[in-house]
């Protein structure tokens, strides 16, 4: 799978504009969300090649955003790839069983932002 366009959601400006920097210097178009509301709605109308989903948020959490993306016809196709400060097993299998890809914690290090990238 080619990736092109990325999607990141995160409701920290801070861990957004990190992220951010990330992807973009990689060379990735980058759209961004801060609600898993939005994160749903650019999914539908951008289909980025990839998610990066942070699961604390107001409103829809990345779960909720993560599960309605993974069984919407349109946007199914489309990994999503969990990043969070929540680190207990529970929230790995609970992500996985949303239909997460994979489950990186914060801190990251860009290397493992980029890994997950050019895995798939």
């Not at 289909?47 to 349109?74: H, K, W």
């Amino acid at each position: 799978m080619t990736i092109n366009k990325v999607l990141l959601v995160d409701d920290s400006p801070t861990d957004l504009a990190n992220i951010r920097s990330i992807v973009a210097d990689a060379g990735y178009s980058v759209l961004t969300a801060t609600t898993g509301n939005e994160a749903v709605k650019v999914a539908r109308d951008e289909s980025p090649d990839l998610i990066f989903m942070d699961i604390v948020m107001e409103g829809a959490d990345g779960y909720d955003a993560c599960r309605e993306i993974t069984q919407n016809e349109t946007t199914r196709g489309i990994p999503v790839i969990f990043v969070s400060s929540k680190n207990q097993k529970a929230d790995r299998v609970w992500a996985e069983l949303q239909g997460g890809k994979a489950f990186i914690t914060k801190p990251y290090t860009p290397e493992q932002i980029l890994e997950h990238i050019t895995a798939l």
